[in-house]
């Protein structure tokens, strides 16, 4: 199975999973010349591609979803309260092929199965996702609000995750947001931050996960370097970590 992150944070996400020829993508929020872009840069074509996953109705997650699937003609995987937030939001024009599914629904895309398991963030109806090829299981698991019951055991079933280390909580204490947006940020709806999502990695042991990908760092309230020390403090050396950058294409990840 392959990994690319397009993009990652609250200016846009979109990755790229390719697993036996079957090739999907989670969430749409860079521009459609970005993805296709940055993907043939990666020696891939969107076009063609067997699915676009939906997460929630956050714009950096939904901001060019219309335009995928007219422009590549990509059919778009999304649970309808999440699609109805969507279009309040934005306009998203014409969509011609979509497929609804439930929170918590396994959704069948050839030799692949997608789990869904809802997520407390503060989007509408929002998921994360466990793709399963049969031999590998990666989660891709970003806006998750806290570390709810469950998360943790899930973990243990995955070789590899993208997981968000949103914030390094000293910056947000000491930064210039507004107390309310600190609060929404660190509550139950919000994100997880380095601490929490190394504390949950920890926790694991010497299991099957092979790699993390730390995603979703803020702009303003945290630093590649530091989510990376964070996480290091706590697992040692014996997890190979990526991060996501905001601004571009990550290489591919193998797992």
């Known amino acids: 199975m392959i990994v690319i992150s397009l993009q990652s944070g609250s200016n846009g996400n979109c990755f790229y999973v ?11 929020g860079i521009s459609a010349y970005q993805a ?11 076009r063609g591609i ?9 714009t950096d997650h939904t901001r060019s979803m219309g335009t995928y699937q007219r422009k590549f003609a990509l059919p778009v995987h999304v649970t309808e309260k999440t699609l109805s937030a969507v279009r309040r939001r934005t306009r998203q024009g014409t969509l011609s092929d979509i497929r609804h599914f439930f929170s918590g629904d396994s959704i069948s895309l050839a030799h692949l199965t997608v789990e869904t398991l809802p997520t407390p963030h503060d989007g509408v109806d929002g998921v994360g996702f466990v793709i399963d090829d049969g031999e590998r299981r990666l989660g891709i698991l970003t806006d998750l609000g806290h570390v709810f019951d469950g998360l943790s055991d899930l973990l243990q079933t995955l070789d590899a995750v993208v997981i968000e280390s949103n914030y390094d909580p000293k910056m947000l204490e000491q930064g210039w947001y507004p107390e309310r947006l ?53 697992l040692g050396d014996h997890l190979m970590i990526y991060v996501a950058s905001r601004h571009q294409a990550s290489d591919c990840m193998e797992v």
Not at 36 to 46: F, H, K, N, P
Not at 50 to 58: C, E, F, Q, R, V
């Open 50 to 58: 067997d699915a676009l996953l939906i997460s929630h109705d956050h």
């Open 36 to 46: 296709e872009q940055r993907l043939r840069a990666r020696d891939r074509e969107i």
């Open 18 to 28: 390719e697993s036996r020829g079957v090739r999907l993508l989670v969430d749409a």
């Open 182 to 234: 600190k609060q929404r940020i660190r509550g139950p709806g919000g994100h997880l931050s380095n601490q929490e999502s190394a504390e949950l990695l920890s926790g694991l042991g010497a299991g099957r996960l092979q790699w993390a990908c730390l995603a979703h760092l803020s702009e303003k309230n945290n630093e590649p370097a530091l989510a990376v020390r964070a996480h290091r403090k706590l």
